[in-house]
Protein backbone atom coordinates (compact mmCIF):
# COMPACT_ATOMS: atom_id res chain seq x y z
CA UNK A 1 0.00 0.00 0.00
CA UNK A 2 1.49 3.25 -1.01
CA UNK A 3 -0.02 6.98 -0.56
CA UNK A 4 -1.77 7.77 -3.48
CA UNK A 5 -1.04 11.68 -4.97
CA UNK A 6 -3.87 13.79 -6.33
CA UNK A 7 -4.70 16.84 -8.23
CA UNK A 8 -4.84 20.18 -6.91
CA UNK A 9 -8.08 20.87 -5.29
CA UNK A 10 -9.03 17.52 -5.53
CA UNK A 11 -10.09 15.49 -1.97
CA UNK A 12 -6.74 13.30 -1.30
CA UNK A 13 -7.25 9.76 -1.85
CA UNK A 14 -7.81 7.75 1.24
CA UNK A 15 -4.62 5.04 1.54
CA UNK A 16 -5.95 3.17 4.57
CA UNK A 17 -7.94 -0.30 4.06
CA UNK A 18 -11.75 0.59 4.32
CA UNK A 19 -11.94 -2.00 6.94
CA UNK A 20 -9.24 0.02 9.22
CA UNK A 21 -10.89 3.24 8.54
CA UNK A 22 -14.43 2.48 9.27
CA UNK A 23 -13.36 0.24 12.91
CA UNK A 24 -11.72 4.02 13.54
CA UNK A 25 -15.27 5.65 12.48
CA UNK A 26 -16.95 3.15 14.28
CA UNK A 27 -14.85 4.14 17.61
CA UNK A 28 -15.75 7.32 17.08
CA UNK A 29 -13.23 9.81 18.69
CA UNK A 30 -12.04 12.08 16.85
CA UNK A 31 -12.08 9.79 13.71
CA UNK A 32 -10.46 12.37 10.87
CA UNK A 33 -7.38 13.06 13.50
CA UNK A 34 -6.78 9.45 14.26
CA UNK A 35 -7.10 8.44 10.66
CA UNK A 36 -4.26 10.89 9.99
CA UNK A 37 -1.61 9.70 12.34
CA UNK A 38 -2.16 6.25 11.92
CA UNK A 39 -1.65 7.10 8.39
CA UNK A 40 1.39 8.31 9.04
CA UNK A 41 2.69 6.01 11.02
CA UNK A 42 2.32 2.98 8.33
CA UNK A 43 3.72 5.19 5.91
CA UNK A 44 2.35 3.59 3.21
CA UNK A 45 2.92 -0.04 3.99
CA UNK A 46 0.81 -2.97 3.59
CA UNK A 47 -1.61 -3.37 6.47
CA UNK A 48 -1.47 -7.40 7.03
CA UNK A 49 -4.01 -6.96 10.78
CA UNK A 50 -5.35 -4.67 12.69
CA UNK A 51 -7.48 -4.04 15.99
CA UNK A 52 -9.47 -0.70 17.09
CA UNK A 53 -10.32 -0.51 20.39
CA UNK A 54 -12.62 2.54 22.45
CA UNK A 55 -12.79 2.54 25.86
CA UNK A 56 -14.52 5.20 28.05
CA UNK A 57 -12.88 5.86 31.59
CA UNK A 58 -14.86 8.23 34.27
CA UNK A 59 -13.08 9.81 37.34
CA UNK A 60 -14.59 11.91 40.13
CA UNK A 61 -15.23 14.83 38.21
CA UNK A 62 -14.69 13.76 34.23
CA UNK A 63 -15.34 11.65 31.30
CA UNK A 64 -12.26 10.65 29.25
CA UNK A 65 -12.30 8.66 25.61
CA UNK A 66 -9.36 6.79 24.80
CA UNK A 67 -8.71 4.59 21.14
CA UNK A 68 -5.85 2.62 20.97
CA UNK A 69 -5.44 0.94 17.34
CA UNK A 70 -3.19 -1.39 16.43
CA UNK A 71 -1.53 -2.13 13.70
CA UNK A 72 0.53 -5.10 12.26
CA UNK A 73 2.23 -4.48 8.49
CA UNK A 74 4.67 -7.18 7.21
CA UNK A 75 7.43 -6.38 9.46
CA UNK A 76 6.10 -3.90 11.82
CA UNK A 77 3.76 -3.16 14.51
CA UNK A 78 2.14 0.37 14.37
CA UNK A 79 0.74 1.23 18.11
CA UNK A 80 -1.89 4.85 17.97
CA UNK A 81 -3.52 6.24 21.10
CA UNK A 82 -5.61 8.94 21.56
CA UNK A 83 -7.08 10.24 24.51
CA UNK A 84 -8.83 13.39 25.59
CA UNK A 85 -6.05 15.75 27.40
CA UNK A 86 -7.19 17.95 30.09
CA UNK A 87 -6.86 21.97 29.79
CA UNK A 88 -7.14 24.50 32.88
CA UNK A 89 -9.38 26.33 30.60
CA UNK A 90 -11.71 23.52 30.05
CA UNK A 91 -10.53 24.26 25.90
CA UNK A 92 -11.25 21.06 24.55
CA UNK A 93 -7.90 19.17 23.53
CA UNK A 94 -6.45 15.45 22.21
CA UNK A 95 -3.54 13.70 22.36
CA UNK A 96 -2.02 10.85 19.90
CA UNK A 97 1.12 8.92 19.89
CA UNK A 98 2.27 6.80 17.62
CA UNK A 99 5.02 4.04 18.34
CA UNK A 100 6.63 1.72 15.65
CA UNK A 101 7.98 -1.40 16.87
CA UNK A 102 10.12 -3.87 14.14
CA UNK A 103 7.98 -7.16 14.81
CA UNK A 104 11.44 -8.88 15.75
CA UNK A 105 11.49 -6.85 19.01
CA UNK A 106 8.01 -8.03 20.00
CA UNK A 107 9.03 -10.42 22.77
CA UNK A 108 5.52 -11.60 23.86
CA UNK A 109 1.77 -11.94 23.00
CA UNK A 110 -0.46 -12.79 25.89
CA UNK A 111 -4.35 -13.51 26.23
CA UNK A 112 -5.79 -13.98 29.11
CA UNK A 113 -9.35 -15.42 28.46
CA UNK A 114 -12.65 -15.33 31.18
CA UNK A 115 -15.27 -17.99 30.51
CA UNK A 116 -18.38 -17.60 32.19
CA UNK A 117 -19.55 -21.85 33.02
CA UNK A 118 -16.53 -23.21 31.52
CA UNK A 119 -18.38 -26.98 32.29
CA UNK A 120 -20.32 -26.00 29.53
CA UNK A 121 -17.54 -24.28 27.37
CA UNK A 122 -18.04 -25.09 23.48
CA UNK A 123 -14.71 -25.13 21.41
CA UNK A 124 -14.41 -23.00 18.94
CA UNK A 125 -16.39 -20.25 20.71
CA UNK A 126 -15.37 -16.74 22.82
CA UNK A 127 -15.34 -16.34 26.28
CA UNK A 128 -17.09 -13.45 28.18
CA UNK A 129 -13.86 -11.09 27.27
CA UNK A 130 -10.63 -11.31 27.19
CA UNK A 131 -7.36 -9.54 27.84
CA UNK A 132 -4.43 -8.81 25.31
CA UNK A 133 -0.98 -8.08 26.71
CA UNK A 134 1.26 -7.05 24.04
CA UNK A 135 5.40 -6.56 25.04
CA UNK A 136 8.32 -5.28 23.32
CA UNK A 137 10.62 -4.13 25.44
CA UNK A 138 11.26 -0.97 23.92
CA UNK A 139 11.45 0.81 27.77
CA UNK A 140 11.55 -1.03 30.92
CA UNK A 141 10.07 0.33 34.00
CA UNK A 142 10.85 0.08 37.50
CA UNK A 143 7.94 -0.12 40.37
CA UNK A 144 9.22 0.72 43.66
CA UNK A 145 7.00 -0.47 46.81
CA UNK A 146 7.82 -0.15 50.45
CA UNK A 147 8.91 -3.50 52.10
CA UNK A 148 6.75 -5.02 54.73
CA UNK A 149 7.41 -8.17 57.19
CA UNK A 150 4.40 -10.68 58.47
CA UNK A 151 4.50 -8.52 61.58
CA UNK A 152 1.22 -6.70 61.78
CA UNK A 153 3.00 -4.32 64.75
CA UNK A 154 6.22 -3.88 63.15
CA UNK A 155 7.58 -0.21 62.65
CA UNK A 156 11.11 -1.10 61.09
CA UNK A 157 11.97 0.47 57.91
CA UNK A 158 12.60 -2.66 55.63
CA UNK A 159 13.63 -0.57 52.65
CA UNK A 160 12.00 -1.33 49.16
CA UNK A 161 11.30 -3.88 46.98
CA UNK A 162 10.24 -3.67 43.03
CA UNK A 163 9.57 -5.65 39.82
CA UNK A 164 11.39 -4.73 36.60
CA UNK A 165 8.87 -4.58 33.66
CA UNK A 166 9.35 -4.28 30.09
CA UNK A 167 7.05 -1.98 28.64
CA UNK A 168 3.86 -2.95 27.39
CA UNK A 169 0.24 -2.16 26.39
CA UNK A 170 -2.89 -4.52 27.45
CA UNK A 171 -6.51 -3.97 26.18
CA UNK A 172 -9.43 -5.52 27.97
CA UNK A 173 -12.52 -6.39 25.01
CA UNK A 174 -15.56 -7.54 26.91
CA UNK A 175 -18.13 -9.76 25.06
CA UNK A 176 -21.10 -7.91 26.98
CA UNK A 177 -19.80 -3.94 26.39
CA UNK A 178 -17.75 -4.46 22.84
CA UNK A 179 -19.96 -7.31 21.77
CA UNK A 180 -19.41 -11.18 20.26
CA UNK A 181 -17.67 -9.68 17.22
CA UNK A 182 -15.45 -7.64 18.85
CA UNK A 183 -13.74 -10.46 20.78
CA UNK A 184 -13.23 -12.15 17.62
CA UNK A 185 -11.69 -9.64 16.07
CA UNK A 186 -8.91 -9.38 18.94
CA UNK A 187 -8.51 -13.06 19.46
CA UNK A 188 -8.05 -13.07 15.35
CA UNK A 189 -5.38 -9.75 15.65
CA UNK A 190 -3.73 -12.10 18.43
CA UNK A 191 -3.34 -15.03 15.93
CA UNK A 192 -2.06 -12.97 13.19
CA UNK A 193 0.76 -11.21 15.15
CA UNK A 194 1.55 -14.51 17.59
CA UNK A 195 2.55 -16.31 14.25
CA UNK A 196 4.58 -13.36 13.05
CA UNK A 197 7.07 -12.74 15.99
CA UNK A 198 8.91 -15.76 15.73
CA UNK A 199 10.15 -14.60 12.46
CA UNK A 200 10.04 -11.32 12.18
CA UNK A 201 7.65 -11.22 9.38
CA UNK A 202 3.94 -10.76 9.58
CA UNK A 203 1.37 -12.65 6.47
CA UNK A 204 -2.17 -12.51 6.13
CA UNK A 205 -3.99 -15.72 7.45
Known amino acids: ?6 QAGQEPVPTLPADLTEAINR ?5 SLVVDVVESAIAGDEVVSHLVHQETTFDSETVRRHVTVLVVTPDRLVI ?14 ATATTETVPLTAVRGVMLTHVVGEPDTFTPGT ?24 GDPDCTADHGFEGTIASDDI ?4 SSAADGEDAVGR ?8 SASIGGGHARRP
Open 186 to 193: ALAFARVL
Open 27 to 31: AGYYP
Open 80 to 93: AHADDHAEPDDKLM
Open 126 to 149: HGRDITLTLGWGAVSRLDMIPAQC
Open 1 to 6: MRRATH
Open 170 to 173: SLRV
